[in-house]
Structure formats: C-alpha cells, structure tokens
C-alpha cells in the first residue's frame, strides 16, 4: 500500500493579520510512502525539499514550466 503525507501551509486572501505580500498563497510539500510488511520507505526521497533547491528546479526548462511566449 502507498499512502501520501501531505502537510501544507495555505495563507488567505483576505486576512488583515497576514502581510499583503504573503496573502493568497499555499504551500504543500509531499511524501509518498511505500507501507510493506516490516517497515516502510519513503518513494519520494529522492525529491527536492529545500527552497533554493525548489527555486533552482523551477527555473529549468521542462514540461512543467515552459516558457511560453503569446
């Protein structure tokens, strides 16, 4: 069985006590874990966690972020 931890962080838009620049704005990072008889193993180890490890995968070129010119 695989189950997904997913802890998040979700500002709202319109929350005087939050700064403006923080408002409307989630964060989810995730894990899937593999469950076996004995244990586990996190399937998702291998991903990025960290913000500038993030930052730096968001500005490659790839699928999910193409560079788009209208």
């Known amino acids: 069985m695989v189950v997904t931890l997913e802890p998040g962080l979700y500002i709202p ?15 989810r990072i ?11 193993r996190v399937i998702t180890s291998g991903l990025v966690k960290e913000v500038k490890d ?10 999910a972020n193409q560079h788009l010119s209208y």
Do not use: C, F, H
Not at 13 to 27: L, V
């Open 54 to 63: 993030i930052e730096k995968l968001m500005k490659q070129k790839g699928l």
């Open 13 to 27: 838009a319109d929350d005087p006590a939050i700064p403006t620049k923080y408002r409307s704005i989630g964060i």
């Open 30 to 40: 995730e894990d899937d874990v593999w469950i076996v008889e004995g244990g586990n």
